[in-house]
C-alpha cells in the first residue's frame, strides 16, 4: 500500500454510521450471515451482527476480526474490515487458513452511538465467568454518585471534583484511575458496568463461534478494533492479562516489540477483568494470539462518558431529543475523529497488522 493508496481507501472505506457501513461490509462479503439484535435502532431500524467466512471450512488456522465491539469504535473497525477485503488478503490466504469477520459485534452501540450494549453493559468487562463471584470494585463503590451524577449543573459537577480530589489525596491518582475504569458489576447505569449475565452481544459471539467451529482450529489470531487509548492516530496493540505473559509473547512473535501489554506495564490500557480475550482464553488457550487494535483519538476526557451514561440513567425520553443527539453527537466524534489524516494513519496501521497476522499464520511463528 502506498501513500497515494491509503489516502484514497480511508476517504472510500470509512462510514459515518452504523447503516453505511453495514451496506458497505455486506456489499464486499455478500455471503455473510445475519444475526438480528433483539433492539431496534434510533427510528426503529433492524440492527444485525455479520458474520463473513473465507476459506476452507476445515483450516486450521483462523483469522477473526473483530468490529463495534465499542459502538461507535465500529466506524474504525468496519473501515479495518473493508481495508482487508480490498486488499485482497482474503483471496490468497496461506493454505489451510481461513479468515472470519465478525461485523458490529455490538450492533446497538454501533447504531445508538454508544460503547455499551442494549443492558448498558461495557461488552469488554462483561466475559467473566458469572458462576463465580464477580470482580469486586471498593473504588467505584466510594465514588460511584459521583462518576454519573444525577445533578451535572456547575454545583452538582463541582461535588463531585472535590470528591475525586480527596480520593486521590488519599489513595494516589492511579487508584483514582483504576476506580474510573477498571469495570465495575454493581451499579447498572454507570460507568463501565460488566453486568450480571451474559450479554445479547457475548452470546451472538459464543454462537458465532460455535456455527464456525472456532474451538476446532489449531491456531488462531483474533484482531479486535478499538479507539480512545493511547496518542492521535497510533495504533497499539494490546494483550490482554487474561491470555498472561504467555500470550504476550506470542502477539510480540508475530507483531513485533511494539505490542504492549498490563502485565508487563507498557500497555496504555489498564488490568480490567471479563474482556474479550477471556472468552479467548476459555475457548483456545495458548491455541489463540489475541489482540486490541487501538488507535488513539483526544485526551482522556471523562465529561463524554460521563454525559452518555447520564442521558441514559436520568434523561431517557430526551435521547432522540436536540439535547440528546448532541450528546451522542460528542461520544460520537471522540472515538471517531473525522480528520483525513487520522484516517490515512488508520489505513496505514491496520493494513501493517493485517499483513503481519496472515503471514504469521503462513510462517507457523
Given at each position: 500500500?502506498?501513500?497515494?493508496?491509503?489516502?484514497?481507501?480511508?476517504?472510500?472505506?470509512?462510514?459515518?454510521?452504523?447503516?453505511?457501513?453495514?451496506?458497505?461490509?455486506?456489499?464486499?462479503?455478500?455471503?455473510?450471515?445475519?444475526?438480528?439484535?433483539?433492539?431496534?435502532?434510533?427510528?426503529?431500524?433492524?440492527?444485525?451482527?455479520?458474520?463473513?467466512?473465507?476459506?476452507?471450512?476445515?483450516?486450521?488456522?483462523?483469522?477473526?476480526?473483530?468490529?463495534?465491539?465499542?459502538?461507535?469504535?465500529?466506524?474504525?473497525?468496519?473501515?479495518?474490515?473493508?481495508?482487508?477485503?480490498?486488499?485482497?488478503?482474503?483471496?490468497?490466504?496461506?493454505?489451510?487458513?481461513?479468515?472470519?469477520?465478525?461485523?458490529?459485534?455490538?450492533?446497538?452501540?454501533?447504531?445508538?452511538?454508544?460503547?455499551?450494549?442494549?443492558?448498558?453493559?461495557?461488552?469488554?468487562?462483561?466475559?467473566?465467568?458469572?458462576?463465580?463471584?464477580?470482580?469486586?470494585?471498593?473504588?467505584?463503590?466510594?465514588?460511584?454518585?459521583?462518576?454519573?451524577?444525577?445533578?451535572?449543573?456547575?454545583?452538582?459537577?463541582?461535588?463531585?471534583?472535590?470528591?475525586?480530589?480527596?480520593?486521590?489525596?488519599?489513595?494516589?491518582?492511579?487508584?483514582?484511575?483504576?476506580?474510573?475504569?477498571?469495570?465495575?458489576?454493581?451499579?447498572?447505569?454507570?460507568?463501565?458496568?460488566?453486568?450480571?449475565?451474559?450479554?445479547?452481544?457475548?452470546?451472538?459471539?459464543?454462537?458465532?463461534?460455535?456455527?464456525?467451529?472456532?474451538?476446532?482450529?489449531?491456531?488462531?489470531?483474533?484482531?479486535?478494533?478499538?479507539?480512545?487509548?493511547?496518542?492521535?492516530?497510533?495504533?497499539?496493540?494490546?494483550?490482554?492479562?487474561?491470555?498472561?505473559?504467555?500470550?504476550?509473547?506470542?502477539?510480540?512473535?508475530?507483531?513485533?516489540?511494539?505490542?504492549?501489554?498490563?502485565?508487563?506495564?507498557?500497555?496504555?490500557a489498564e488490568i480490567i477483568p471479563g474482556t474479550?480475550?477471556?472468552?479467548?482464553?476459555?475457548?483456545?488457550?495458548?491455541?489463540?494470539?489475541?489482540?486490541a487494535l487501538e488507535f488513539g483519538t483526544y485526551?482522556?476526557?471523562?465529561?463524554?462518558?460521563?454525559?452518555?451514561?447520564?442521558?441514559?440513567?436520568?434523561?431517557?425520553?430526551?435521547?432522540?431529543?436536540?439535547?440528546?443527539?448532541?450528546?451522542?453527537?460528542?461520544?460520537?466524534?471522540?472515538?471517531?475523529?473525522?480528520?483525513?489524516?487520522?484516517?490515512?494513519?488508520?489505513?496505514?496501521?491496520?493494513?501493517?497488522?493485517?499483513?503481519?497476522?496472515?503471514?504469521?499464520?503462513?510462517?507457523?511463528?
Amino acid at each position: 500500500m502506498n501513500l497515494d493508496s491509503a489516502k484514497e481507501l480511508a476517504s472510500v472505506v470509512f462510514s459515518d454510521d452504523y447503516f453505511e457501513a453495514r451496506q458497505k461490509f455486506l456489499a464486499a462479503a455478500p455471503t455473510s450471515r445475519a444475526y438480528r439484535c433483539s433492539t431496534n435502532g434510533p427510528s426503529g431500524e433492524a440492527l444485525y451482527t455479520d458474520a463473513a467466512y473465507f476459506g476452507p471450512a476445515d483450516a486450521k488456522k483462523l483469522l477473526v476480526l473483530v468490529s463495534g465491539t465499542h459502538g461507535p469504535e465500529g466506524c474504525i473497525g468496519s473501515a479495518a474490515q473493508l481495508l482487508f477485503l480490498e486488499a485482497k488478503f482474503h483471496k490468497r490466504l496461506p493454505y489451510s487458513t481461513a479468515v472470519l469477520f465478525l461485523h458490529a459485534l455490538n450492533c446497538y452501540g454501533f447504531a445508538w452511538d454508544r460503547r455499551v450494549t442494549a443492558e448498558g453493559v461495557d461488552l469488554n468487562r462483561n466475559f467473566v465467568d458469572f458462576s463465580k463471584p464477580l470482580p469486586s470494585n471498593p473504588g467505584y463503590e466510594e465514588l460511584a454518585g459521583h462518576f454519573v451524577p444525577a445533578d451535572i449543573s456547575e454545583e452538582g459537577l463541582k461535588r463531585a471534583e472535590i470528591a475525586f480530589a480527596a480520593y486521590q489525596a488519599r489513595h494516589g491518582e492511579l487508584k483514582l484511575r483504576e476506580a474510573r475504569g477498571s469495570g465495575q458489576y454493581t451499579h447498572p447505569g454507570g460507568l463501565f458496568y460488566g453486568g450480571t449475565e451474559p450479554t445479547e452481544a457475548r452470546r451472538t459471539l459464543e454462537e458465532i463461534t460455535n456455527e464456525f467451529n472456532v474451538a476446532a482450529r489449531d491456531e488462531v489470531i483474533i484482531i479486535d478494533y478499538h479507539t480512545g487509548l493511547g496518542p492521535y492516530g497510533y495504533g497499539e496493540l494490546q494483550c490482554e492479562q487474561s491470555s498472561g505473559l504467555s500470550g504476550y509473547e506470542r502477539a510480540v512473535r508475530i507483531f513485533g516489540t511494539s505490542v504492549t501489554s498490563p502485565e508487563v506495564g507498557n500497555s496504555s490500557a489498564e488490568i480490567i477483568p471479563g474482556t474479550q480475550d477471556a472468552f479467548w482464553e476459555r475457548v483456545l488457550g495458548s491455541r489463540h494470539t489475541y489482540i486490541a487494535l487501538e488507535f488513539g483519538t483526544y485526551k482522556l476526557n471523562t465529561a463524554v462518558l460521563r454525559d452518555d451514561h447520564w442521558l441514559f440513567m436520568y434523561r431517557p425520553e430526551e435521547v432522540d431529543s436536540e439535547r440528546g443527539r448532541q450528546i451522542r453527537q460528542v461520544t460520537k466524534l471522540h472515538y471517531y475523529p473525522q480528520g483525513s489524516d487520522w484516517k490515512e494513519m488508520i489505513a496505514w496501521r491496520s493494513h501493517q497488522v493485517h499483513r503481519q497476522a496472515i503471514e504469521a499464520l503462513a510462517s507457523g511463528k
